[in-house]
């Protein structure tokens, strides 16, 4: 089964230029769109407890840039 959809002239343009050659329209936009979300594979509780992982990590990353710079000032 096939649906039609619209598409502005820009998106269209662009989706058209991101298609490979040996791709149909389907195939680009489910490239594209593919491919399965943490809240696919995770349960909330998990992908929360995974967002505040990486958050702290880049928290550490920050503060120690700052430490290392700080030593050169």
Same mark, same amino acid.
């Given at each position: 089964?096939?649906?039609?959809?619209? &598409?502005? !002239?820009?998106?269209?343009?662009?989706?058209?230029?991101?298609? #490979? =050659?040996?791709?149909?329209?389907?195939?680009a936009? @489910?490239?594209?769109?593919?491919?399965?979300? &943490?809240? !696919?594979?995770?349960?909330?509780?998990?992908?929360?407890?995974? #967002? =505040?992982?990486?958050?702290?990590?880049?928290?550490? @990353?920050?503060?120690?840039?700052?430490?290392?710079?700080?030593?050169?000032?």
């Amino acid at each position: 089964m096939s649906h039609q959809i619209r &598409l502005e !002239d820009d998106v269209y343009e662009r989706l058209k230029a991101t298609k #490979r =050659d040996d791709e149909s329209f389907s195939d680009a936009v @489910d490239r594209l769109i593919g491919g399965r979300s &943490l809240r !696919d594979v995770f349960d909330d509780n998990q992908v929360d407890e995974m #967002r =505040d992982a990486i958050e702290a990590a880049e928290q550490a @990353d920050r503060d120690e840039v700052r430490e290392v710079a700080e030593r050169f000032d």
